[in-house]
């Protein structure tokens, strides 16, 4: 995603209503953005429902969207906000059959070490945005969904090896771009 598209999606969406660039803009960040949502969910169905208010919200500003010097940070903080908004809203509602007799056994986190893990994690998203095309389909495949390499060569129709080489591809790009 470049700048110039991203601007050029945006002033016709604030200056023409635009729903077809709207639509492009959606295209070409939903993945991104689904991601985000996900680390800090870890649920698939949040992280859509997240992801798609997210989007209304853009639709709904659009008229002030070319204001936002760094509309891709933007759209970070509002995932960001709008997912830990979301896990509070479904930690207070009540379930069927919760066990109220489990104590919490996780250990408090920092706010230094959340901080920094969300800096990782958004180099890491940059990052991952910035590989060739089949490189992160590859990588995102294996590593975040956890297929096989057979499974993955079979959907692209490509060999085993060559996702292995994708795959060795992607470690080396993305542990350049982030160290």
Known sequence: ?????????????SEQDSQTAF????????DRLFRIAYYYTHHEEW?????????????????????ITNIEDYCFILVKNASLN????????????ADT?????????SPEDTLISEELF???V???????????EVFIRIREEKQT??????????????????LQKATIRLKEMLL
């Open 47 to 67: 992280s859509q429902e997240i992801v798609l208010d997210v989007f209304l919200k853009l639709w709904e500003h659009r008229k002030q969207l070319l204001d």
């Open 149 to 166: 390499y057979a499974q993955v060569a079979e959907e692209f129709g490509i060999s085993i090896k060559t996702v292995d080489a994708q």
């Open 23 to 30: 639509r492009d803009f959606y295209n070409m960040t939903y």
């Open 122 to 124: 958004a180099r890491y």
């Open 101 to 109: 007799s489990q104590e919490p056994t996780g250990q408090a986190v």
């Open 126 to 136: 940059k990052a991952l945005d910035r590989l060739p095309e089949r490189c992160r």
């Open 86 to 97: 979301y896990i509070e809203k479904e930690e207070r509602r009540p379930t069927l059959f």
């Open 1 to 13: 995603m470049t700048e110039q598209e991203v601007r050029r999606y945006l002033r016709k969406m």
